[in-house]
Structures are given as C-alpha cells and as structure tokens.
C-alpha cells in the first residue's frame, strides 16, 4: 500500500502526456513497398542508418513529419530496390541486438478520421503515432518488442 502511495505522484502527471497510438501490421500496405515503384501522393522518410534502414515510411504530402529519428529522402526506385533487397536478405536472420528474428512488416498509418495517410515498412513492429496541430505528427519507433533485448 505505501508503494502505491508513492508512486500515485508519477502516475498523477501521465494525464498531460501525449496520447500515442501503437500501429499494427497491415498486409494490405506492404505492396507500397514491396512494388518498388515511387508514388507520386508520398513523402519518403527512412529511419536508422541509410545504409540499411530499420523502417521506411510513406507519408501523404498534406501531412508534415515532426521529430529527429526520421530522415526524408528523394527516394529513387534504385534506391528503393537496393534497400528492399537488404531487407529480403536480412529477413529471417537473427538481430543480435534486440535477440529477435528479424521480419520487416507493413503497417498502416491512419490519420485521426482514420483515413489512411501513409505506411510504414519496419524491422520491427512496435512504432507509435502521435498528432498535433494541423497535419502534424510525431511516428516513434520502430523499436524492438519491449524485453527483447534481455531475451537470451
């Protein structure tokens, strides 16, 4: 009971963080990757090193990308290709780091309405969105499952 005394302060405060909603994997979304064509309607970002991305985002051009772990790219279909094949050969390999088996999944990015406003194709499956004011939003992720990196 003390403990939950102590900790209720920090619980008091999470009213004023912002809300995130967790992404899910999305089969349909993954062809706007996987086709390795360019569509005109998106933004490209990549997220993690450019020599091999943990995920790659399409983002609709009326919306803009807040934060610093995202970087926008005028994506070529060379580019695009080279990466996907990275990918296909890491796919099922075992991430030493996050002690996971790497698959690199489609996920659907919903506008508030819960309009379809980009997608994502990541290494892995944990990203969080976040919207503020006028098409803005912060994705956060992709991270590792929680855990995974103390799994032996």
Request: glycine share 8%; hydrophobic share 40%.
């Amino acid at each position: 009971m003390l403990a939950l005394v102590l900790l209720l302060p920090l619980f008091s405060g999470c009213a004023n963080l912002p809300h995130y909603v967790q992404l899910r994997r999305d089969f349909s979304v993954e062809p706007i990757f996987t086709n390795r064509v360019i569509l005109p309607q998106y933004r490209y970002y990549y997220n993690g090193p450019d020599t091999e991305p943990t995920a790659l985002l399409a983002l609709d051009r009326a919306w803009t990308l807040d934060g610093l772990y995202w970087t926008e790219i005028d994506l070529s279909e060379e580019q695009l290709k080279k990466w996907l094949d990275q990918f296909n050969l890491a796919r099922g390999h075992h991430d030493d780091w996050a002690h996971v088996s790497i698959s690199y999944d489609g996920m659907r990015v919903p506008g508030p309405d819960g309009q379809q406003i980009g997608a994502i194709y990541a290494r892995y499956g944990q990203v969080y969105v976040r919207y503020s004011a006028e098409k803005h939003l912060t994705i956060v992720g992709p991270e590792a499952p929680i855990g995974a990196a103390f799994r032996d």
